[in-house]
Structures are given as structure tokens and as C-alpha cells.
């Protein structure tokens, strides 16, 4: 629903998180859904009035976390569920991240996509999280193991060392790397 919304106005979004390394890697419940979304101050009107009352929408906090390249989240009233709207900008690879999404059919009947990280931008999203969580989520490394050995040598480790250096996690890269070689 948020996905219709967003391509709706025009939009571009990635699902991230927990969803999007579960595309990539290993499956695992989550209570929440994270977007990285191109969303300017321009857009929030357009994209409330297209929510609808199905969500609890604050534009204020839109509009604060457009302003601070922050996140803000949202509530679907049917399910309680939380939707986590990072704006991009937060990252130095947002940009090319964004240009690299995959759409992935996640239905059949009826037929519904969604864009995702490609594998080694949700990998370097993780390890950057991971590392922004002080090194101590057993979940976050759960994911990034489970990406690197699903995903294997489909992996571009070239691509992945260069981002990783702009993120400042090169040497949790590496460490990774070397861990699913060990297995």
C-alpha cells in the first residue's frame, strides 16, 4: 500500500531492512517495514491525501525528517503495522543505491512488486547499521552472514570493498568475507 502510494507520486523508495535481506539472504520475521525514500518537502501532501485514513500519517514529522534527512514512520490503523521512512541523503551511496534497486515480484494473484537493495547494497547497509549499533546485534550479523552465503560469488566485491570504504566499515567487510569463507 505505501509502495502504490509512493510510485503514485512519483516517488522513487527502496524497501530496506530486514525485508530487503531476506530477498537477498536469510528469511527472517520482522515487525516493520524500512523504506529509503526520495521524499522532498513537495511531496507530503500528495502523499498523505494518497495514504488515506488507512495510515496514521504526522506531516509534520514528514516535513522535520525531509528537513533533517532523517526518518519518520507511519501506521497502518488495520494491522498496527510501522512503516520507517528514511530519507535518502543520510548516506553517501543513497544516490547510486537508489539507481541500483531490483524490482522483485513479492505476489501473484494479483501481481505486486516492490524495489529492493540489490545484494551488496543491502550488505553494505547492514554492516553500516551494524556498525552504527556499536558491533553488538547478533540479528545484523545474522543478516550479513546470511546475504554473503546466499548470495555467494554473485557477490561484486569490488563494488562491495569500494562502498565499503565510503561507509567506514571496510575492515567489518572483510571480516565477514573471511567468516563465510571459513564455512
Keep these: 500500500m505505501v509502495a502504490e502510494a509512493l510510485e503514485g507520486c512519483g516517488v522513487r523508495y527502496l524497501v530496506g531492512g530486514s525485508l530487503a535481506s531476506a530477498v537477498s539472504g ?3 520475521s520482522t515487525l516493520d517495514a524500512d523504506l529509503v525514500v526520495e521524499l522532498t518537502e513537495k511531496d507530503i501532501q500528495p502523499l498523505t491525501a494518497a495514504l488515506g ?8 514529522a514528514l516535513r ?4 533533517d534527512r532523517s526518518s519518520a514512520n507511519l501506521i497502518h490503523h488495520a494491522t498496527s503495522t510501522k512503516v520507517d521512512l528514511f530519507i535518502a541523503g543520510g548516506s553517501p551511496l543513497d544516490k547510486e543505491q537508489m539507481d541500483r534497486r531490483q524490482r522483485v515480484q513479492v505476489s501473484a494473484d494479483p501481481p505486486g512488486w516492490l524495489y529492493v ?3 551488496e547494497d543491502i550488505l553494505l547497509q547492514k554492516l553500516r547499521w551494524y556498525r552504527l549499533g556499536n558491533e553488538i546485534s547478533d540479528r545484523q550479523w545474522r543478516d550479513i552472514m546470511g546475504i554473503i552465503m546466499v548470495q555467494g560469488n554473485r557477490l561484486d566485491e569490488a563494488y562491495l570493498r569500494q562502498g565499503a570504504a565510503s561507509l567506514g566499515v571496510s575492515d567489518l567487510l572483510e571480516r565477514a568475507l573471511g567468516a563465510a569463507r571459513d564455512q
Design 26 to 28: 536469510e528469511p527472517r
Design 53 to 60: 485514513d488507512r495510515f496514521h500519517v504526522d506531516p509534520d
Design 64 to 67: 522535520r525528517a525531509v528537513r
Design 117 to 119: 537493495y540489490a545484494p
